[in-house]
């Protein structure tokens, strides 16, 4: 599964030793612990992603649930590329 929201892109993946736990994967360790908090980052050894967050799925769609409630924009793509721009001026 990929979810792309305002707080980043993730891939979700199965445990194959534990079919209740997912790990949520990004290359961007700031987007993981924007919604995880940073110590449950780990470093990710597989080749696409470089960072993850072992999850139970309880937990997981309790987190997709209040991604929901976060909703108040009816275009992702203009809200990315303001929020983008907006993080741009910050630094300029």
Known sequence: MV???LH????????????????????EKKELSNVFGEKRVL???GESFD??????????????I????EVNY?????E???IKSSSENIYA
Do not use: H
Request: net charge negative.
């Open 3 to 5: 979810i792309t929201s």
């Open 8 to 27: 980043g892109t993730f891939s979700i993946i199965a445990s194959e030793k534990d079919q209740d736990q997912l790990f949520v994967r990004s290359n």
């Open 43 to 45: 470093d990710y050894e």
């Open 51 to 64: 960072f993850f967050v072992p999850i139970c799925k309880q937990e997981f769609a309790n987190t997709l």
């Open 66 to 69: 209040m991604m929901v409630k």
């Open 74 to 78: 009816s275009d992702l793509a203009k």
């Open 80 to 82: 990315l590329q303001e």
